[in-house]
């Protein structure tokens, strides 16, 4: 198994640019969900998905889209990328919403936004 | 709501001393406890966890922690410090009950091991 994969490692946008994240995983697992880890402040849950089709918003969600079509894969969608959406991005897998302490986490994606 | 404070975001050891790392968490129903590990440029991965059960968990790397419910408290111990436990170290929090089991994560406490 692969496990939870992202990409792209590292990117720079400008400004008003969009993009999006990509996150899979292979484990077949219910629960996804994306953080942003800034200094000082741990991890930030974004937005989660309970399952294929199921998305809600976590504690950050301004400026971010999610979708869940597939149990596998789970993008981040940044609309209007903004300086302060300048962070690492960490997108993580559990095997249900009642496991959600365990998660698997992929390896990140670092953003700058100038 | 819950919440997690973690004392100390720079704790520094020398190599065979005690590591020591606090977490206090706030929750209104039972919760379920956890320490996470990043190394350098890498991923979270799970250290150990508390949900029921005996209070004292080992994990993984010689790592334990004790649930003290009386102090809301969850530190991670290692009797002997190793120059490869250099990382940072994260308490996270979820609780049992409730449609959306969220994690809430501290704010982390970067470990340097000293020679």
């Known amino acids: 198994n692969a496990g939870v994969t992202q990409t792209p490692k590292f990117q720079v946008l400008k400004t008003g640019q969009s993009m999006t994240l990509q996150c899979a995983q292979d484990?077949?697992?219910?629960?996804m969900s994306w953080y942003r880890q800034d200094p000082g402040m741990g991890l930030r849950l974004i937005h989660y998905?309970?399952?294929?089709?199921?998305?809600d918003q976590g504690e950050v969600p301004n400026g971010y889209n999610v979708s869940r079509s597939t149990t596998e894969d789970f993008p981040l969608r940044l609309l209007s990328a903004a300086p302060s959406q300048t962070s690492v991005y960490f997108c993580?897998?559990?095997?249900?919403?009642?496991?959600?302490?365990?998660?698997?986490f992929g390896p990140g994606t670092r953003l700058l936004v100038l | 709501a819950q919440s997690v404070t973690q004392l100390g975001s720079h704790v520094s050891v020398s190599e065979g001393a005690l590591v020591l790392l606090r977490c206090n968490y706030s929750s209104s129903v039972p919760p379920y406890l956890f320490w996470y590990v990043q190394y350098p440029n890498q991923g979270l991965q799970l250290l150990l966890k508390y949900t029921t059960g005996a209070t004292l968990v080992k994990g993984i790397n010689g790592f334990e922690a004790e649930f003290k419910k009386s102090e809301t408290s969850f530190h991670l111990t290692k009797p002997s410090a190793h120059m490869s436990d250099a990382a940072e170290y994260f308490c996270a929090v979820t609780t049992a009950s409730g449609s959306a089991r969220q994690l809430t994560f501290g704010s982390g406490t970067q470990l340097t091991v000293l020679p």
């Open positions: 993580a897998s559990s095997y249900s919403r009642t496991s959600v302490g365990t998660q698997y």
């Open positions: 998905s309970v399952g294929a089709g199921i998305t």
């Open positions: 484990m077949n697992h219910e629960y």
